[in-house]
């Protein structure tokens, strides 16, 4: 694998998941792969998870690690091209990127949608420049349109916990007071389209996503339907992707809000959220505490889904 950016490229899923037990049941089996290599981790947004778990992912394989907060101590960056740099910008992308790239073997990379300009964001302006002009292999923690490193180990999650073959899974919208990118919801639909599960995503009017994630899932207008005989609910808020209203927030209802008569309603679901969360916004206090919320073990299996994508991406040079 030279980059990592979406499901497309982890090749085949079912040895992608059988390597990431393989990797689980044995995590510093691999450590002469990283020997000597240095990962460096750039960060445009806030992070805990993402940050701490690739870190000890690459720790795991030996790896050196650097990492860089853009906005903590590192140059203002210009994205734009042609522009005349007489503002705050210090640095241009286009000088910042292949100097980084001098610096290690591997890049990471998060920066979430912006919301200036619809097309920028689902072309992937920032991380497509890193692949283009570091000369590195670059992997996504979080971009634009989507958070692989996550969805990854959502699917991880899942077969984990999963009583019946094929699982009734449920990607519901849930309010927020913030606008927040599409990126995980998009994700997700994603990697679960590639499996053969029941899926349905359920979210107000407004709230449609792209097409292209939305795939082959069921979309169901009617939350409490949705969660009829559901094994899996995996909350989520984004914002609009509809023109005109890309990247706003329609509203803050709270009926839509994961509580536990809803949850009463399933096939006693597991819940799911990538965190981090706003409680009694996204999930009452009472879900996220009972026995039935794995958001713990999914977080701890971001750092599975990290070693997987960088042994591969190691495996390769
Ligand atoms: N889920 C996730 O990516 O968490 P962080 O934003 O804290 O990295």
């Known amino acids: ?6 499901v497309k490229d982890i090749g085949d899923l079912r040895a992608a998941l059988q390597e990431a037990f393989t990797v689980k049941a044995d995590r510093f089996a691999y450590q002469h792969l990283g020997k000597n290599k240095t990962l460096i981790m750039i960060f445009f947004n806030s992070s805990l998870r993402t940050r701490l778990s690739t870190q000890k992912a690459a720790m ?13 101590g590192a140059w203002k960056l210009e994205t734009e091209h042609g522009v005349i740099m007489d503002g705050d910008k210090t640095e241009h992308l286009l000088e910042a990127i292949p100097v980084i790239g001098c610096y290690c073997d591997v890049i990471g990379v998060r920066s979430f949608a912006r919301f200036e300009n619809k097309t920028d964001d689902y072309e992937e302006k920032i991380i497509s420049q890193f692949i283009k002009y570091s000369g590195r292999p670059v992997f ?23 009583k019946v073959e094929r699982p009734k899974v449920v990607l519901t919208w849930a309010p927020h007071p913030k606008a927040l990118p599409q990126a995980v919801a998009n994700s997700f639909a994603e990697w679960i389209n590639e499996t053969d599960y029941d899926f349905v995503i359920t979210h107000p009017e407004g709230y449609e996503l792209d097409p292209r994630f939305v795939g ?15 094994d899996f609910i995996y909350a989520k ?18 009926s839509w ?18 965190l981090p969360v706003r409680r009694n916004m996204i999930v009452t206090d009472e879900v996220i ?17 990290a070693q997987v994508v960088l042994k591969k991406i190691l495996e390769s040079l």
């Open 216 to 230: 082959n899932a069921r979309v169901e207008y009617d939350q409490r339907k949705a969660f009829e005989g559901a």
């Open 237 to 254: 808020n984004w914002s609009v992707y509809n023109d005109p209203h890309y990247g706003e927030v329609l509203n803050k209802d709270r």
């Open 1 to 6: 694998m030279r980059h990592f950016t979406s």
């Open 60 to 72: 795991n394989l030996g790896m050196n690690v650097i990492v860089l907060d853009i906005n903590q």
């Open 257 to 274: 809000t994961v509580d536990a008569e809803k949850m009463a309603l399933t096939n006693n679901a597991y819940f799911m959220h990538c």
């Open 140 to 162: 996504s923690m979080e971009a634009a349109t989507r958070h692989p490193l996550q969805s990854f180990a959502d699917l991880i999650t899942i077969e984990e916990y999963k």
């Open 289 to 305: 505490e009972s026995a039935q919320s794995i958001v713990i073990p999914e977080a701890a299996n971001r750092e599975i889904s």
